[in-house]
């Protein structure tokens, strides 16, 4: 009997709260607080979840790259680059375009191991700060971003500037002389292939980790 006198009423009158109403158990003020703070959560809810699905959506939505003829074998030496044009995303007209840079694969400049899928090398020209385009210039035999000052060496190594990594590239294969340029995919510093990632995003030591792969990106062996 003691301890249900000692209990503390649920009821607000009797706990001699200042303005309470007979049978009130929650009192106006707690009341309105929790409202207020469960309009609140929605109103934010509102304006962050589109904003991560938009977000975090090309995340896992997959990708496929065609494969485009870009010249005959005979168009392109390994010596420097020529550009072509590719489509990268169809349904948007022009702006879903880009420029490679192609040429054919020097045992002189190429350090990688030589197969199927890069007898000729394709470059692609977002820079890897921040994306700006890049271009080769011939003279200095370097590729230049005039943005923000990222330099690559002939290969698409970083050579100064704000970059993270070389620059990406496509794989490539021949069929009935001709070249065709095919899903992009990104390198380190010592050109080992990954799946495609961000500008801005490194992949030597920790990065490979920080910034992992797309789940629904297509992949293509040695990748």
Not at 6 to 18: E, F, G, L, V
Not at 28 to 34: D, H, K, Y
Not at 151 to 168: E, I, N, T, W
Request: neutral net charge; hydrophobic residues 35%; aromatic residues 10%.
């Amino acid at each position: 009997m003691a301890d249900r006198k000692n209990a503390k009423s649920k009821y607000t009158i009797d706990r001699q709260i200042p303005g309470a109403f007979e049978g009130e158990t929650v009192t106006r003020r707690r009341f309105m607080t929790g409202a207020a703070h469960t309009a609140g959560g929605i109103a934010t809810a509102a304006f962050v979840l589109p904003s991560l699905g938009f977000a975090l959506g090309p995340l896992f939505e997959a990708k496929e790259q065609s494969w485009q003829a870009v010249g005959a074998i005979g168009d392109f030496g390994g010596d420097t680059y020529v550009p072509r044009t590719i489509t990268l995303t169809p349904e948007i007209g022009d702006v879903g375009k880009a420029t490679v840079f192609v040429r054919q694969f020097n045992p002189a400049v190429d350090e990688e191991e030589r197969d199927q899928y890069n007898e000729y090398i394709a470059i692609s020209t977002a820079c890897m700060h921040l994306g700006c385009p890049v271009n080769f210039v011939q003279a200095a035999k370097r590729f230049i971003c005039p943005c923000h000052g990222g330099v690559y060496d002939f290969v698409g190594k970083v050579a100064g500037g704000p970059p993270v990594r070389p620059l990406d590239r496509f794989y490539t294969r021949v069929e009935g002389g001709t070249v065709l340029v095919g899903p992009r995919f990104s390198v380190n510093s010592e050109l080992r292939r990954f799946s495609p990632r961000d500008p801005g995003e490194p992949l030597d030591g920790v990065g490979q980790f920080l910034y992992p792969s797309r789940p629904t990106m297509r992949k293509i062996e040695g990748t």
